[in-house]
């Protein structure tokens, strides 16, 4: 039976956008509704003005699809499935890391040495975002974003329309501000985010072992 209704918790820097995109075109933008009210909690200085003319965007409860970065449990009143997609802690929470550095002008949480925002951020998934995989229907792996489509395809009775648009990438890593380049981190900071990320770790492990078992079926 197609599913129409769900709600995507949109956990930052796991191809969300792009995957939502293609959702939208799918669905119809009409049916579709993006709730950015926790944006600014994350995101540059530079949005604050379009978060705050939308923060209270009417509408939301009554759209098919509701997709942004919340909590898990935000619309537990509608008793809808959740989705979500996840992504390696580590990887995610430093790519979320320059992609904030690039754009925020310093004027938001990057503004943080990397291990100050690590901390900061540190647990999103099993503290705010998932908690309990029993929470959600679905949960895609970015590492396996085409297989993710697939499955995502098979649970939603749908046909997703066109080709993966990759958006918001962090496209100039190896350019110019030398704070944005990947090499920046040393391996003591990569160790670093991943034991204060230790619980995101663990469940992600269990999320990744479950899709590579579903996908060998």
Not at 43 to 58: D, I, N, Q
Not at 98 to 108: I, P
Not at 180 to 191: F, S, V
Request: charged share 35%.
């Amino acid at each position: 039976m197609k599913k129409d209704k769900f709600i995507f918790v949109h956990i930052p820097k796991t191809a969300g956008t792009s995957f939502f995109h293609m959702v939208e075109e799918t669905y119809g933008k009409n049916k579709c509704k993006r709730d950015r009210t926790m944006d600014a909690e994350i995101y540059s200085t530079r949005r604050l003005k379009k978060v705050a003319s939308e923060k209270r965007h009417k509408g939301l409860s009554t759209a098919n699809i509701i997709h942004g970065h919340f909590d898990c449990g935000r619309y537990k009143h509608l008793n809808r499935p959740q989705i979500t997609f996840v992504r390696n802690p580590v990887d995610r929470l430093i790519s979320e890391y320059f992609f904030l550095t690039k754009n925020s002008k310093g004027k938001s949480l990057a503004d943080k040495s990397i291990r100050e925002y690590a901390k900061a951020r540190a647990n999103v998934m099993m503290d705010h975002c998932i908690k309990d995989i029993n929470n959600f229907e679905f949960i895609g792996v970015q590492e396996y974003f085409d297989e993710s489509l697939t499955k995502f395809e098979e649970w939603a009775g749908i046909k997703l329309v066109g080709a993966v648009p990759w958006l918001n990438l962090n496209k100039d890593k190896n350019r110019q501000n030398p704070k944005t380049r990947w090499e920046y981190l040393t391996e003591a900071d990569k160790k670093y985010i991943r034991a204060i990320n230790y619980k995101d770790c663990e469940l992600y492990y269990k999320i990744l072992n479950l899709f590579e078992k579903n996908i060998k079926k």
